[in-house]
């Protein structure tokens, strides 16, 4: 322990530090409390609260679709504001939304500490995660919550599941709900915790996180229905959807020699 506190980690841990305080000062100095885009579907969510008769009611309010996803963290946070404040404050959003950051900053010094990596390696860690390349997320109070939740809880559920801890495992199962309920895309941490399940061959475990999958993904889809914007899905084919991937991730962008 005295080792990691030597002047020349604290040296590092300051560096690393520097981009979380220019960040979030850069983020008190321009917030407004504004509501953008889908800030409006917060509103609508307050009222639908207010609304809503018994308790069964206003629990569904927070799962109601938005666009193609649930995001009952964001209805979440912004209930307590909104009784907190007695209004909807953007910039307290945008600040939660923010400090979720903090969070996945918080995960992986834990991963640098536990496998004993030189903190300099840390610096751009925090460097990627804090910069304004961000910022439509960063002032944005609605999409700061689920876009970076989303995130946080994707990768907590990874490392919790990873975890030699049987109680890290409840745990997970429990930022898997979270990620899931955040945005659409965190559906995508089931599948993988679920082969990192099978590879550390904990097969109990295993079937009970395929049944917490299962129902996750119904009831995600429960009542479901795609938006009106959305393109429709007839003729793309399979062959479409596999390059269409590698495209989108960039592995293969520029090697191929026609187009889809």
């Known amino acids: 322990m005295k080792a990691r506190l030597s002047s020349k980690n604290l040296f590092w841990g300051v560096l690393s530090f520097l981009p979380l305080a220019?960040?979030?000062?850069?983020l008190s100095e321009y917030a407004v409390n504004i509501p953008k885009w889908d800030d409006h579907a917060l509103k609508a969510f307050i009222l639908d609260f207010t609304q809503?008769?018994?308790?069964?009611?206003?629990?569904?309010?927070?799962?109601?679709?938005?666009n193609e996803h649930r995001i009952a963290f964001d209805r979440l946070i912004t209930l307590i504001v909104y009784t907190l404040h007695g209004s909807i404050e953007y910039r307290w959003l945008m600040w939660v939304g923010n400090f979720t950051l903090i969070g996945l900053l918080i995960l992986f010094w834990r991963l640098f500490y536990k496998n004993n990596i030189h903190f300099a390696l840390f610096v751009p860690v925090s460097c990627l995660l804090f910069q304004?390349?961000?910022?439509?997320n960063t002032f944005w109070g609605m999409a700061s919550m689920q876009n970076f939740g989303v995130i946080l809880f994707i990768f907590w559920t990874i490392y919790l599941i990873s975890s030699e801890n049987p109680r890290h495992f409840y745990l997970a199962v429990f930022a898997a709900f979270m990620a899931v309920f955040t945005s659409g895309n965190g559906i995508l941490v089931l599948p993988i915790c679920a082969v990192l399940l099978a590879l550390q061959k904990r097969w109990q475990h295993l079937l009970i996180f395929g049944i917490i999958s299962i129902l996750l993904i119904f009831s995600y889809f429960y009542h479901y229905a795609s938006p009106p914007s959305n393109p429709p899905l007839t003729g793309i084919g399979i062959k479409k959807i596999v390059l269409g991937f590698f495209l989108f991730i960039g592995s293969v962008a520029d090697i191929l020699p026609f187009r889809i």
């Open 22 to 26: 220019l960040y979030f000062l850069f």
């Open 132 to 136: 304004l390349q961000l910022w439509e």
């Open 52 to 66: 809503a008769d018994g308790f069964f009611a206003k629990i569904a309010t927070f799962f109601k679709q938005h």
